[in-house]
């Protein structure tokens, strides 16, 4: 069902803790936050993108680890239902939070910059 969706949000660990350390700081308001990026995207665009960094940083790995059965979509089509947008502007408000990563580009980047080569402690 995710992958029918035209929207999703996500948000980097660094932000879920930053807004979990802001929301224990601050004196009970038992409100709700929703934590999610600013940029909600579609799933396919997000894997695009993750995909793009992947090659740039090791050029060839795609081809090397993908097998022919394998060259499926990851997106596949349906109901739109249940799809929603989420705003995360009570935190920013309310907690005063600012997002280290606030796109999906700007987290992707972060955690691709911190991985190490797949093959590096690989035992044969």
Same mark, same amino acid.
């Given at each position: ?26 004196? *009970? ?43 499926? *979509? ?5 109901? *739109? ?44």
């Amino acid at each position: 069902m995710r992958g029918s969706r035209k929207y999703t949000s996500r948000v980097h660990v660094e932000d879920i803790c930053q807004a979990l350390k802001a929301s224990i700081d601050m004196p *009970s308001s038992r409100r709700i936050y929703n934590v999610v990026d600013d940029e909600p995207a579609p799933r396919e665009e997000v894997f695009a993108y993750a995909l793009d960094l992947i090659e740039k940083k090791w050029p060839g790995l795609v081809k090397k680890c993908t097998s022919p059965q394998k060259d499926e *979509s990851f997106v596949r089509s349906g109901s *739109s239902r249940g799809e929603k947008r989420v705003s995360n502007s009570r935190i920013k408000r309310e907690l005063g939070v600012q997002l280290f990563h606030p796109s999906y580009k700007s987290g992707l980047q972060s955690v691709i910059d911190q991985m190490e080569s797949p093959f590096q402690h690989a035992a044969y």
